[in-house]
């Protein structure tokens, strides 16, 4: 049974940080990417930041500068460091682990709420 369980989430004011965690079971987390997704009410789930099982990184423009994804294999965890707060960053945020193909090895975690006010 896979598990992808995210915590760190939280109300933060403008400006502020914030660290996600992502801790996984029941996949071999080497073989995975790890990616962080979210959603805003009334919008679209849109792709936050992304890490290969070889480290390589990927980030939204939006995020660009301001949030950074890092992974621990032997930990099976995953994080989203997230600084310089804006409230457009409010949303839930999920975690997501694919390896290809992605039909068939998709996982979610169940999202955890960040709210930035102003």
Known sequence: Q???V???GGMVQSGGS???SCAASGI????????????????????????????VTNY???VKGRF????????NTVYLQ??????EDTAVYYCNAYRFPRNLN???????????SS
Do not use: H
């Open 18 to 20: 914030l660290r996600l």
């Open 60 to 62: 939204a423009d939006s």
């Open 28 to 55: 071999i987390f080497s073989f995975y990417v790890m990616a962080w997704y979210r959603q805003a009410p009334g919008k679209q789930r849109e792709l936050v930041a992304s890490i290969t099982n070889g480290g």
């Open 82 to 87: 997230m600084n310089s707060l804006k409230p």
């Open 6 to 8: 995210e915590s760190g």
């Open 68 to 75: 950074t994804t890092a992974r621990d294999n032997p930990k």
């Open 106 to 116: 998709d996982y979610w975690g169940q999202g955890t709420q960040v709210t930035v």
């Open 2 to 4: 896979v598990q992808l």
